[in-house]
C-alpha cells in the first residue's frame, strides 16, 4: 500500500508570499493529483501529473518520479488560497491513496 | 461546466435509520466514487462503480451498500446508521483510466449527522 505524506500539515503566509507544499510517497505511481478543498467541503482538482510541471495561473506543481516526490507551488499568495490542499496518487488500479492534506492560511 | 450533484449537504439521522446519499454527474462519466473525509484521516474510499450495475468494494465498505442503475447516478446507502457513519460523504466522477485525464471531479460534499 501507498503511504502519502504531506508536509507542512499547516501553513500560515502573508499575502504576496510564495508558498510550497510538498508530497511524497513510497511506491511508483501512475499519476499524482493535487486537490484543493475550500472550508464547507467541496473539493477542486488542480492538477494531474504523470511527469515533469504543469501551470495554470499563480499555480505550478512539479513531480520527480526518480525520487517519488511532487511539490505544489503558489506564487503571489493570496487570501482566496486560504483552503486544504491535498496530494493524491494513483497506482496501477482505479484506487487514489490520499494525503492528510496542508491547510495554508493566507492572511492580508 | 462539468457538474457532480449530491443530493443533501446536510443530514441529521438517529440511529437504526436507513440513509440514502445521492450523487449525479452530467460528463457521461463511467467512473464513480463515494468517499468519506474525517479529521485526521483524509479521504477514505468506501465503494467505486466503474459502470452501471458494477461495484467494488473500497477501503472501508463496512456499513454501507451502493446502487448504480443508471450510469449518472450512483447512491450510497447506510441500512442502519450509526453514530461512527457521522462523517463529511463525497462523490465523484472520472472518466476510466487510460483516457486522456482522468480527472476527478467532485460534489459539495454532504455533512451527515446521526445521533
Known amino acids: 500500500k501507498n503511504e502519502v505524506e504531506q508536509s507542512p500539515q499547516n501553513l500560515t503566509a502573508q499575502e504576496g508570499e510564495f508558498i510550497t507544499i510538498n508530497c511524497s510517497y513510497s511506491v511508483g505511481i501512475s499519476a499524482l493529483h493535487w486537490l484543493q478543498q475550500h472550508p464547507g467541503g467541496g473539493i477542486v482538482s488542480l492538477f494531474m501529473l504523470s511527469s515533469g510541471k504543469k501551470k495554470h495561473g499563480r499555480l505550478i506543481a512539479t513531480i520527480n518520479i526518480q525520487e517519488k516526490h511532487s511539490s505544489l507551488h503558489i506564487t503571489a499568495s493570496h487570501p482566496r488560497d486560504s483552503a486544504v490542499y491535498i496530494c493524491a496518487v494513483r497506482g496501477s488500479n482505479y484506487k487514489l491513496t490520499f494525503g492528510k492534506g496542508t491547510l495554508l492560511t493566507v492572511n492580508p | 461546466d462539468v457538474k457532480v450533484t449530491q443530493s443533501s449537504r446536510y443530514l441529521v439521522k438517529r440511529t437504526g435509520e436507513k440513509v440514502f446519499l445521492e450523487c449525479v454527474q452530467d460528463m457521461d462519466h463511467e467512473n464513480m466514487f463515494w468517499y468519506r473525509q474525517d479529521p485526521g484521516l483524509g479521504l477514505r474510499l468506501i465503494y467505486f462503480?466503474?459502470?452501471?450495475?458494477?461495484?467494488e468494494k473500497g477501503d472501508i465498505p463496512e456499513g454501507y451498500s451502493v446502487s448504480r442503475e443508471k450510469k449518472e447516478r450512483f447512491s450510497l446507502i447506510l441500512e442502519s446508521a450509526s453514530t461512527n457513519q457521522t462523517s463529511m460523504y463525497l462523490c465523484a466522477s472520472s472518466l476510466p483510466r487510460g483516457l486522456h485525464t482522468g480527472e476527478l471531479f467532485f460534489g459539495e460534499g454532504s455533512r451527515l449527522t446521526v445521533l
Open positions: 462503480s466503474y459502470d452501471v450495475k458494477m461495484k
